[in-house]
Nanobody, 124 residues
Framework: QVQLVESGGGSVQAGGSLRLSCAAS????????MGWFRQAPGKERQFVTA????????YFADSVKGRFTIIGDKAKNTVYLQMNNLKPEETAVYYC?????????????????WGQGTQVTVAS
């Protein structure tokens, strides 16, 4: 059973930056793609970004393109989410997830493993 542990959440002013980390207990077929989702109170879980380990392909939700970066470090089994120019509406619990799907895995339903989530609060 793969375990994912997130860290790095917190509070920041609008326009600020945060970096989230997600450490996987192991990299397997089931973690071929690792992604980040977020969920605000009363809203559905929303895709943010994902990266495929095999070739480093990364893809992003339109709302975060140009502001968020995802980096994978195989040596540490860790994926990082760098978030710049954060907006108040991006306040949410951010979840790391892993999927065996290669390619644009943007639906939560294709992810098999989930972290516990980390709170990100952006103050206006």
């Amino acid at each position: 059973q793969v375990q994912l542990v997130e860290s790095g959440g917190g509070s920041v002013q609008a326009g600020g930056s945060l970096r989230l980390s997600c450490a996987a207990s192991e990299l397997t077929f089931g973690t071929s793609t690792m992604g980040w989702f977020r969920q605000a109170p009363g809203k559905e879980r929303q895709f943010v970004t994902a990266i495929t380990w095999s070739d480093g392909s990364a893809y992003f939700a339109d709302s975060v393109k140009g502001r968020f970066t995802i980096i994978g470090d195989k040596a540490k089994n860790t994926v990082y989410l760098q978030m710049n120019n954060l907006k108040p509406e991006e306040t949410a619990v951010y979840y790391c997830a892993a999927s065996p799907v290669l390619g644009q895995a943007m639906s939560p339903s294709v992810y098999e493993y989930w972290g516990q989530g980390t709170q990100v609060t952006v103050a206006s």
